[in-house]
């Protein structure tokens, strides 16, 4: 297995965000990570990248523990992840903002700054943005921020990435070249992916295996067609979208 989670728990207060998750994904695979606002998906990510402390419970990624590694480390190690709500550094410009992906990623130690931005246009370039590269970062469009966030991620050379709603907010044009990069991005680079999504058409076309918690519990897990035919998730988190 490429990422191994046992019995996970984080709590805010008196707000069991993740509660004794188990699961595991192995190298290659694309698995959709589904369910309600709050139900504990995006700490779940924040959990693996480092970003939040665990209370309880393992990560094994690569058959290392990285439960509480520092976020650099866990990014060296090669996952890497995007943001439900993009967080460039505004004030850098588009190339800049994925040369900072170089630096971070596994491959940084003898590289320079300007071949760091060099390897940035060819990521720029592989997600459409190349035109933007002299854009900064606070002018560009939700869409072109998306892609951003992409193609910093890939910069820093991941074996798993983590997708947060890459799809939030898109229009269908710009969903449909999402996932046509992301699956671009699956045959070019041969990334794992943990995907959150909560457009279920893309969850169905484009993910093998989904997850789905509620209340901070890994309540199901299976191929999309199951899941999406599964009763009980229907009734409690799909039912007006399946309607
Ligand atoms: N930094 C935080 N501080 C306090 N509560 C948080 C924090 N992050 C998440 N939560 C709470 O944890 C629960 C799960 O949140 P989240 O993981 O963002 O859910 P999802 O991504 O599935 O919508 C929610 O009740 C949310 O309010
Ligand atoms: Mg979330």
Not at 19 to 26: M, P
Not at 118 to 139: M, Q, W
Not at 192 to 200: A, K, R, S
Request: with cysteine.
């Amino acid at each position: 297995m490429l990422l191994k989670i046992e019995n996970l728990t984080k709590r805010f207060g008196g707000v069991l965000a993740v509660n004794d998750v188990t699961l595991s994904i192995a190298e290659d695979e694309i698995v959709g990570l589904i369910g309600p606002n709050g139900a504990g998906k995006t700490t779940v990510m924040n959990l693996i990248s480092g970003y939040y402390k665990v209370d309880s419970g393992r990560i094994e990624f690569k058959g290392i523990d990285i439960q509480n590694a520092r976020p650099s480390t866990v990014c060296r190690l090669g996952i890497s992840r995007t943001f439900q709500i993009p967080r460039p550094f505004p004030d850098l410009t588009a190339l800049a903002n994925v040369g900072v992906g170089v630096l971070c990623g596994k491959e940084r130690p003898d590289k320079s700054y300007g071949d760091s931005l060099l390897d940035a246009s060819h990521f720029l370039e592989f997600v459409g943005l190349f035109s933007k590269r002299n854009v900064l970062a606070k002018d560009l469009s939700l869409f072109e921020l998306r892609l951003l966030e992409l193609a910093r991620a890939l910069a820093t050379t991941p074996k798993l990435i983590m997708l947060d709603e890459v799809m939030a907010g898109l229009n269908p044009g710009e969903a449909s070249r999402a996932i046509k990069l992301v699956r671009k991005v699956v045959e070019e680079y041969r990334v794992t992916v943990f995907w959150i999504e909560h457009v279920m058409k893309v969850v169905m076309e484009a993910t093998e295996r989904v997850i789905v918690l509620h209340y901070g519990k890994n309540i199901a897990s299976g191929p999309p067609k199951e899941i999406v035919n599964n009763p009980e998730i229907i009734e409690i988190y799909l039912g007006e979208k399946i309607a």
